[in-house]
């Protein structure tokens, strides 16, 4: 069992940046991919960025791809979503995500509650 905790979110000007976090509760937290994955309304949520349980892989959405960057810390059971250079279209939900298997987006069975995410233009 994994309960995730997002925080960071909030308003911010097209051009600045943000810093997302999750802290993941669990002693196996090493043994989970983990993602961030955001959801506007009327959307379907969407993949943004995932790291391997080792923090040595990372696979970007082509639309974050350049501008943000997803790390993970073991010993501190925490993953966060650095966010630069955002646009408009990057207002949304964002989502804090567990899964054990980093090759494929299947599996995410552990959510947190999601944090806002505001760009103004």
């Known amino acids: 069992q994994v309960q995730l905790v997002e925080s960071g979110g909030g308003l911010v000007q097209a051009g600045g940046s943000l810093s997302l976090s999750c802290a993941a509760s669990g002693r196996t937290f090493s043994s989970y991919a983990m993602g961030w994955f955001r959801q506007t309304p009327g959307k379907e949520r969407e993949f943004v960025a995932r790291?391997?349980?080792?923090?040595?892989?990372?696979i970007y959405a082509d639309s974050v791809k350049g501008r943000f960057t997803i790390s993970r810390d073991n010993a501190k059971n925490m993953v966060y979503l650095q966010m630069n250079s955002l646009k408009a279209e990057d207002t949304a939900v964002y989502y804090c995500?567990?899964?054990?298997?980093?090759?494929?987006?299947?599996?995410?069975?552990?959510w947190g509650q999601g944090t806002q995410v505001t760009v103004s233009s």
């Open positions: 790291v391997s349980g080792s923090g040595d892989s990372t």
């Open positions: 995500a567990a899964s054990p298997n980093f090759s494929h987006l299947r599996g995410y069975n552990y």
